[in-house]
């Protein structure tokens, strides 16, 4: 009987044993797939400065990779493992110019905002833009053609695309559907000491009826840092259902900028109630970022509060525990704890601390009101305005909100306003409004356009369908239609020599349009086709000069830019090089 006492005893220990293995794990690396974390490198040989850090809140999405800072343009950067260049590409925005490689472990890296690649696939992306006659472009070179090894070159670190200072932009991507998941869980040689920080936590009334300390709208509560945690001193009040979201930041060592927070827990009285973890986030649901935050706040204050809440449209997979969808409504009139704990990607952890006091709401008024519901089709139709709302375009239902302001000058309809530009959607809401006084001639140049709080116009597209002008947008707010006939506009950047480019290695020119937007540019130079790389951030196309053109001579240069209302502009430019 001893001996099967003993064997018990050694099973449990051994059982306890694994158990706790298992939890310091899924603590370490909260992204289950096994992956060896020591397969990769990182793609710079210089000391590691993350300008940005994986699921960090940017507008409408996570960040999907890291952001690697360097001094200056023309940094080396190396393949991160064995496997093939599978994509180039080369984008006037985005990720500007941009590098894919798989790997056979199953993992794509990605190398975005380079400055170039290096020569034989530069020479490879040069020749299809030349075949193509398209500055954009995107290749799927054989798997044979570009093979690398772990520390090869592949190019130059940049500021290529929608970046605003030197750095490489990498990517760790699930191959078979192109999902990134999140660098920082490979033990890659990061220095992080620091602990996030908490500024502030909102209670927010999730329903009519409820209420924050005696008020029907939501109520903001500094946190205060104290002995290594933080705290809300005052005891806070709630009627009905709320939820709780945190103003917070996560920092690194030797960098000054913020980082994201990686992993949230919520605890109601020492019991685990709501949790996530941003290991792991598809395109296709990056944009739930705006139902994750409390997006009127970001709009108004530029603050980012995290929810501790899901909303019911929300699809992100980022959510372990969510009892109630962390929603909290407290009936007892009892004093409840809560404890919030915030965790980087090298377990640097804080807590947050707050006391709730919950009583009943009061019974929710029966008056039947118009409901935009999230799970379905909605259309709202006027005389003169209309619009579609597709399911899954709300992340949860509102009461529609219409009004109508009288035409102003330079429009060719009244204004019409739809709910608050406050309210985030997760896709194209459909537009559609009837002309007023719009000459003829200018049908084909009407578009609508949404008219931000300050009174600017954003283009959103213009099509003639039935005597409406139709458009679609990713927002709610005020529209109205106008007519582009203007022309885009050329300039050439001036050189200190005029018309003589034999000391200057290129050309540029800035292109810009007062309303619809750049649709395309065409450029030639002895009337042969010339690509002009296009920086669509600083409106700029650029020609370097290259074995395209001959040397020590006049040429006659010609570029066309035309908007997206068909207005056309061209350029004619003498000059010797």
């Known amino acids: 009987m001893q001996v099967l006492r003993n064997k018990a005893t050694r099973l449990i220990k051994i059982m306890r044993f694994k158990i706790l293995t298992i939890l310091i794990f ?42 690697i800072k360097v001094p200056f343009v023309g940094i080396p950067l190396y393949a991160a493992a064995d496997g093939y260049i599978s994509r180039v590409r080369k984008s006037a925005d985005g990720y500007g110019n941009a590098l894919y490689i798989d790997h056979p472990n199953g993992l794509r890296t990605v190398y975005g905002h380079m400055h170039n690649f290096k020569k034989d696939i530069e020479t490879y992306v040069k020749n299809a833009q030349y075949k193509q006659n398209k500055f954009e472009i995107t290749l799927y070179p054989d798997s044979s053609k570009f093979k690398v090894k772990k520390g090869d070159l592949i190019g130059y670190a940049g500021n290529s695309g929608r970046s605003y200072g030197p750095h490489v932009h990498f990517e760790i991507r699930e191959t078979d559907k192109d999902i990134p998941i999140n660098p920082e869980l490979f033990n890659f040689k990061i220095k992080d000491t620091v602990k996030p920080k908490i500024f502030f936590a909102e209670i927010v009334p999730i ?11 939501k109520q903001k509560f500094k946190a205060y840092y104290k002995n290594g945690n933080y705290y809300i001193p005052k005891l806070i009040k709630i009627k009905g259902e709320t939820g709780i979201a945190i103003n917070a930041d996560d920092y690194m060592n030797y960098v000054k900028n913020t980082q994201g927070i990686r992993s949230v827990k919520m605890f109601i ?9 941003l290991d792991k986030i598809s395109f296709y649901e990056t944009r739930y970022i705006n139902s994750f935050i409390d997006y009127a706040e970001r709009q ?20 372990n525990v969510a009892e109630n969808s962390g929603v909290i409504s407290f009936s007892d009139n009892k004093i409840h704890k809560i404890k919030i704990r915030l965790t980087d990607c090298y377990n640097n952890s804080t807590f947050l601390f707050l006391r709730i006091q919950g009583t009943k709401a009061d019974k ?10 999230y799970n379905e089709d909605n259309y709202i139709v006027k005389p003169k305005f209309r619009a579609s709302i597709k399911k899954g375009t709300l992340y949860t239902n509102i009461i529609p909100e219409y009004k109508t302001f009288p035409k102003k000058d330079q429009l060719y309809s009244d204004i019409y306003e739809l709910n608050s530009y406050l309210i985030p959607v997760h896709e194209n809401i459909y537009y559609a409004i009837k002309p007023k006084d719009l000459p003829k001639d200018l049908i084909g140049k009407a578009l609508l356009v949404n008219i931000d709080k300050n009174g600017n116009y954003y283009p959103i597209g213009g099509t003639y369908i039935n005597k409406f002008i139709a458009g679609k947008c990713k927002c709610f707010g005020k529209f109205a239609i106008v007519a582009d ?38 450029a030639t130079i002895d009337k042969k086709n010339i690509i002009f790389e296009y920086d669509a951030k600083n409106d700029r196309i650029t020609y370097i000069f290259d074995n395209h053109i001959t040397y020590k001579t006049n040429h006659q240069l010609y570029i066309e830019v035309i908007d997206k209302k068909n207005n056309k502009s061209v350029f004619n430019f003498t000059f010797f090089k």
């Open 485 to 522: 006939s203007t022309p885009p506009v050329i300039e050439i950047e001036k050189n200190n020599f005029e018309f003589d480019y034999s000391e200057s290695n290129q050309i540029s020119f800035k292109i810009t349009d007062n309303l619809s937007g750049i649709k395309n540019y065409y």
């Open 207 to 217: 329903n009519s009826n409820s209420s924050v300390n005696k008020k029907y709208e």
């Open 364 to 373: 929710i008024n029966d008056i039947k009101k118009e409901t935009l519901k």
């Open 269 to 277: 009285d020492d019991t685990l109630y709501f949790s996530y973890e």
């Open 300 to 319: 108004q204050t530029k603050k980012n509060f995290q929810k501790l809440w899901k909303e019911p449209g929300n699809k992100l997979g980022i959510y």
């Open 26 to 67: 899924s603590v370490s690396f909260g992204y289950s797939q096994n992956y060896d974390k020591n397969y990769f490198r990182l793609p710079v040989n210089i000391p590691i400065r993350l300008a940005g850090n994986f699921g960090e809140i940017r507008s409408n999405h996570f960040h999907s990779g890291i952001d």
